[in-house]
Each structure stands twice: as structure tokens, then as C-alpha cells.
């Protein structure tokens, strides 16, 4: 999604309405099916069960009460379920991290495992550098290879594809073997995530799956959950990180069920070694032992083999006294509205997560990712739980997208049984359509409906409390057991922040924007934004603007990647926040240094695909997730056709940065400061 203008709704009548009929269309009539064959494989034992008590209550009550079957299996599932998490969940074979306490890192230094992939990543990309800009190896001195980093934007499906469209055209021209960083807020994370789990860092296999997968069940409907919970491991796959969560004090809310389930839905997967054919009803979620967890893609970065990835997500510091409880600084949850939007003195902390470690540069703290969604107390973890699963960490990340899962949450509720975590489904299902009203799908205004999911603050009491002042501590974030995380798109919808972390030393970032607002010209606001907090100044070079004729192939000429050139500044006083407002400029470490931005926005190609805009076609709307494997097709043709007019510019750029590096070097790292890129 693209900031809080017009964030929380598709942007054209067109879209809403379609994604309206694929609501009504899913849920005219509830599936009576007997799931009895595939409920028998369900999580519990990964294989199928023998026939007991729950057969024998089948027959019972199967004559009088058919339409109660299904939630009968999939109660009795259940209870032994949560049983069964509650005891793997502290078994080292199975997740070896419960052997070990989690520490908070505090500082703005990278990790050692960053650092340790920085050094040999940078042997790498040498050669590969060379090779994209056209020059000898020999030519290139490592030390002068520039850092590169990628960012793609959120806009729900529309903004993963277009994520993985870009990619897969970087990796086929030789350009992500240069990368160092690659980076994405809300839809682009699910890229990231698929390309670095069940893709395994193939963007053509990703794509190929997306084809397969996004049609024609959306993934919060019957049919969907259905499926997820009867394949052999699926209710384990995904309900597990809910029970466990549960089980370490958190409560659950809407939020997490659309984590489990949107994510369960994206990555549902064949076992080839199984099933070598392809229906929906011999299909898993990943035949892994557990779910994904994020620290798995080390096996990628750990040799320096691809870019490190790094997920945003954003919380919304209030420093003032007056919190409302110990909890809550606020008396909604609802982040765009109350309180939140008058607060004059609150800002936005943008938080990453990369396979190594989850923390926030501006509180200089930092855990292992393997250690996040832990109790923590004075810095060390309290109860040695399992890695959070993938899915609920891109929940925090994807949440903006969720605005339809209000209309979901009854299919959700209708198919998880009555006892499940407490009865908090169905009593969270209920308030959400008391809330609403008994409407198909609710009108969004300008804020965020749900609840932002609630996560364990490794920051609780992170200061020794003195023995002697046994008195109260201090109120502000370290007096907070909980911290909400939420979709980064609330604040900047690309992820130039964490890409300016002042250690990582980018030197080139390439953003691609899958914004609703591309043509809008609002990113010059957004960069700003940006660069303010990190003392950045970013111009466009060039100001180029669009044909008035749609139907004009030319029309968006010199407009597919446009150049910012950054310099440092002294930080403004007042920047423009996300809700429009002039503020105070946020605290945030000074960046310092130059840096070049290649802005790439998601336009219509009118050669590529004629008469198709990515941003208003009634299909391409950021709520929608149902996509055919046609509507995708022609998303990628787009993709495609954007990268490579404006691939020279991008080598332009990479080249210029190279002897900039190069000429700072030999003069000893003095100068190049205004040197344009």
C-alpha cells in the first residue's frame, strides 16, 4: 500500500467491485463436503490414523447432525493437536534454538554475521560487477565495488509479483549478482520470503508457483482453510505457531489468523517425492518437519551466495507520559485514527528483519531472529520458545493488505472447531461483525480496522532495576511487555529506510514502486520523507513528464527508472509526515554519506501490454488475492518491458558509483562529497 493517502481501500470503483464479486462468489453457498478421507491425515500424526472414538462419534452423530461432522474431526483434531505442539515446542531435535537463551544486542554496529556476509559477499560481486557494466575484472578493484540494494514497494499481490517480476529480470541479466541488499515492505516480503524458502532462490520456479497458487481460491476462503487443515501436516504447519504463541502469554487476534492462513495459502506446496502429480488434494505445506522459519535462509547468505534480505515493519512510538496502561500508549489499537493521528510529538520506528537478527536502529536493539517472539527480561530471553514461523513475522510485515479479512473472518471462524485457543476465533469473529455490521465487504475509511498483532518487547526491563529503588520503573517502551508491529506502507511504501542503515554503506539503491499512486509524482514526498530522518537530501535529476495520449507507446518515455542523486544534509527540523502534516523530523541515525537512488515505478507499458494500467485494471488492486495465471502473465510482460528500458540507466548509474568509490579511494577517502553519480 502507499502511505495513509488512500491507504486503506483498492483504488478504483472497478477494483472494489471485483473484489466484492470474488467475496460473494466464494462464499454463496458453504461446502458441505465429508473431509472425513483427508482430516484422518491431519497433523496430528503427519500419517493416517487408525479408526477410534472419534469414528465412533462420527456414526453416531453422523444421521442426525451431518452438517456437524466436519467440525466433530476437526475438534478432536484439535485437542490433540495443541497437545502436541505444547510438547514439541520445547524439544531440541526438533528446533535446536530451545537449547539456547537470547540475548539483546545493543548498538548500531551490523551484527557479526552481517559483517562476516558483507566480507564475502564483496568477493563475489566483483566479478559479477564487472561483467554487468562491460569492463575486465582487472579493471575493478574490490574494494571499489559499489554497495547495491533493491527495494520493492508494498500493493499486495500486485506489489509481489511486480517484486518477483523485477527480480527474476535482475537475476536473468546478471544485475542480482551484484546486489549486496535486497529489501521490501508488505506485498515485496512475501516475494523475498518465497524466493528465499520454497523457491529456493529460483525466481522462475516463484513465478511459476504464483501462476499455480493464486487462482481461483482466495486465500481466506472455505475452500482455502479447508484445504490447509486436512493435508497431512497442515494443521500442524498451521495452527502450531498460533497454539504456541498462545502458550507464551500473547493473545491471539485477527492479524495472526490472517498470517497463518494467507501465508499457508501462498506457500502451500507438492511433495514430488510423494505425490509426483499436481491436485489440490495431494498437496502439503512444505513437508518440512515444521513451519518456516526465516533464520533458514542463512543457507543462502551464510556464503555469501545471494543478497541478505531484510523485511520492515513499523511501530508507532508515543514518548510522552500519559500511556494508557503499561501496555497500551494508546486507547485504540486502530493506527491511523484517535489518538494516533493527533499525536503531535509520535513518530514511526521502522524495525528489519533479516535472517540473522530483528531489532530497530533507532533503539539501537537488536535479537537473534531465532530468539524473536520471546519473553525477554533485562535483556535475556525468559522462556526458550521455537523461532516465531515465517508467517506470522509476515503477518507484521503484510498487514495492510488484511482490509478484506474483516469480511473473512466468519469462513475462518465457521472452520476452526468451537474450543480452538479459547474460543477466541469465534468471539473475535463476532465482535469484528458486530463492529461492522452485517454487510458483504466494509466500506474502509482512512484507517486500519484490526487489532496490530501483539508481540513479546525484548526491550521489557532491559535496564537492571536497581536494588536499591525498588520503586516504579520509568513509563515508555522498556515498561512495555508487548510491542505492536505493523505493515511499513503506514509510513513510507518503499523501504529506503533500513536500506540508509549508516553502517551498510549503500551506495546505490534501486527502488521499484507497485504504489496505486505511481503517477501521481508523490514519490519525491516519500523520498523525502525518507532522507530527512537520515540526513539525506535526494533530487531528481531529471524532471521528465508523462505523454497526455494513454494509447502513446512513448508515453512514459525516460520515466521507467528516474535518477536521485543524495547528498548528505543536515537534517530539516520538519518533514512531512504520512498523514500529511508538517512535524517535527523523527530521530533516526544520520546516513552520511552519498548515495544514488534509481527510481523504478511500476507504469503501463503500452507496447508490452496495450490498453493495461497496473494500477487501476479492476484485477490489480491491492486487496485482491486472486489472480489468474493470465492476469499474472501479463503483470510479468509489464515487469519485464519496464526493466529493460530502463536497465541502461541502471548501468549508468552503477558504473558512475564504481569511479566514484574508485576516485575516493585514491585519494585516500577524502573527497567526492557533491561528486554526482
Not at 574494494?143 to 517480476?165: E, K, Q, T, Y
Not at 473473512?408 to 463492529?435: C, D, M, Q
Amino acid at each position: 500500500m502507499s502511505g495513509p493517502h488512500g491507504l486503506r481501500r483498492s483504488e478504483t470503483t472497478s477494483q472494489l467491485q471485483d473484489e466484492q464479486n470474488i467475496y460473494d462468489q466464494q462464499h454463496s453457498e458453504q461446502s458441505t463436503e465429508d473431509l472425513g478421507p483427508q482430516f484422518d491425515k491431519m497433523a496430528v500424526t503427519d500419517e493416517p490414523q487408525h479408526q477410534g472414538f472419534r469414528a465412533k462419534l462420527k456414526a453416531m452423530v453422523k444421521d442426525a447432525f451431518p452438517e456437524a461432522i466436519q467440525d466433530l474431526k476437526i475438534m478432536g483434531g484439535m485437542t490433540a493437536l495443541e497437545a502436541r505442539v505444547k510438547k514439541e515446542m520445547h524439544d531440541p531435535r526438533l528446533f535446536p534454538e530451545v537449547d539456547h537463551v537470547a540475548h539483546v544486542r545493543r548498538g548500531l554496529d551490523l551484527c557479526p554475521e552481517e559483517q562476516a556476509f558483507l566480507a564475502k559477499r564483496k568477493v563475489r560481486a566483483r566479478d559479477n560487477f564487472a561483467k554487468y557494466i562491460s569492463v575486465s575484472p582487472e579493471e575493478v578493484d574490490p574494494r571499489d565495488v559499489p554497495v547495491v540494494a533493491f527495494g520493492g514497494s508494498g500493493g499486495g499481490f500486485r506489489a509481489m509479483i511486480g517484486c518477483l517480476g523485477y527480480g527474476r529480470q535482475m537475476q536473468h541479466t546478471g544485475l542480482w549478482d551484484c546486489l549486496t541488499y535486497v529489501s521490501g515492505v508488505s506485498g515485496s516480503c512475501w516475494s523475498l520470503a518465497a524466493y528465499y524458502t520454497f523457491a529456493h532462490a529460483n525466481f522462475d520456479k516463484a513465478i511459476a508457483h504464483c501462476k499455480e497458487r493464486f487462482s481461483p481460491y482466495h486465500p481466506l476462503s472455505g475452500e482455502a482453510i479447508r484445504k490447509i487443515l486436512s493435508v497431512p501436516g497442515g494443521a500442524r504447519i498451521t495452527l502450531g505457531p498460533l497454539i504456541m504463541k498462545s502458550k507464551s502469554g500473547l493473545q491471539t487476534v485477527a492479524m495472526d489468523l490472517y498470517a497463518v492462513f494467507t501465508t499457508g495459502w501462498i506457500f502451500f506446496q507438492d511433495d514430488p517425492a510423494i505425490h509426483p502429480g499436481r491436485t489440490p488434494h495431494n498437496q502439503v505445506m512444505g513437508w518440512q518437519k515444521s513451519w518456516y522459519r526465516w533464520s533458514s535462509a542463512r543457507e543462502y547468505t551464510d556464503d555469501g551466495s545471494e543478497p541478505l534480505p531484510i523485511f520492515t515493519a513499523i511501530r508507532h512510538e508515543r514518548p510522552w507520559k500519559d500511556w494508557t496502561d503499561k501496555e497500551h500508549p494508546f486507547k485504540e489499537p486502530d493506527h491511523g485514527e484517535g489518538d494516533h493521528r493527533e499525536a503531535d510529538d509520535a513518530w514511526f520506528q521502522w524495525y528489519e528483519m533479516t535472517p540473522y537478527e530483528v531489532g530497530c536502529d533507532e533503539t539501537e536493539a537488536w535479537v537473534p531472529t531465532w530468539g524473536f517472539g520471546r519473553p525477554f527480561h533485562e535483556g535475556k530471553s525468559t522462556m526458550q520458545l521455537p523461532e516465531q514461523s515465517l508467517a506470522l513475522l509476515l503477518g507484521l510485515c503484510t498487514s495492510a493488505p488484511a482490509g478484506p479479512l474483516t469480511s473473512y473472518l466468519g469462513t475462518i471462524s465457521r472452520n476452526l472447531p468451537a474450543n480452538f485457543l479459547g474460543n477466541s476465533v469465534h468471539a473475535l469473529a463476532s465482535r469484528v461483525a458486530k463492529f461492522w455490521g452485517k454487510q458483504g465487504t466494509e466500506e474502509f475509511q482512512e484507517h486500519h480496522p484490526l487489532h496490530a498483532c501483539n508481540e513479546h518487547n525484548f526491550l521489557y526491563h532491559y535496564t537492571p532495576h536497581p536494588l536499591d529503588n525498588p520503586g516504579p520503573r520509568p513509563p515508555g517502551l522498556e515498561n512495555s511487555p508487548r510491542i505492536h508491529l505493523i505493515d511499513s506502507g503506514m509510513d513510507n511504501n518503499c523501504p529506503t529506510y533500513v536500506l540508509l542503515h549508516p553502517h551498510r554503506g549503500v551506495d546505490v539503491i534501486i527502488n521499484m514502486d507497485a504504489s496505486s499512486d505511481v503517477q501521481k509524482d508523490t514519490f519525491p514526498e516519500r523520498v523525502d520523507q525518507i532522507g530527512g530522518r537520515r540526513g539525506v537530501k535526494f533530487t531528481k535529476r531529471h524532471d521528465v513528464k508523462p505523454g497526455a495520449d494513454p494509447k502513446d507507446p512513448e508515453r512514459f518515455k525516460g520515466m521507467y527508472a528516474q535518477i536521485y542523486d543524495g547528498v548528505p544534509c543536515a537534517r530539516p527540523e520538519t518533514v512531512v509526515d504520512s498523514y500529511g502534516r508538517r512535524v517535527k523530523t523523527p530521530p533516526a541515525p544520520a546516513y552520511g554519506r552519498e548515495c544514488t537512488m534509481v527510481y523504478m515505478p511500476l507504469l503501463p507499458n503500452e507496447r508490452a501490454v496495450p490498453d493495461y494500467d497496473p494500477s487501476t485494471a479492476k484485477f490489480s488492486g491491492s486487496y485482491n488475492l486472486v489472480w489468474t495465471p493470465e492476469q499474472v502473465e501479463m503483470l510479468l510482460r509489464v515487469c519485464v518491458a519496464n526493466f529493460e528500458q530502463g536497465e541502461g540507466t541502471v548501468k549508468e548509474v552503477l558504473r558512475a558509483a564504481w569511479l566514484r568509490r574508485k576516485a575516493e579511494r585514491e585519494k585516500g577517502g577524502v573527497g567526492g562529497v557533491g561528486m554526482r553519480v
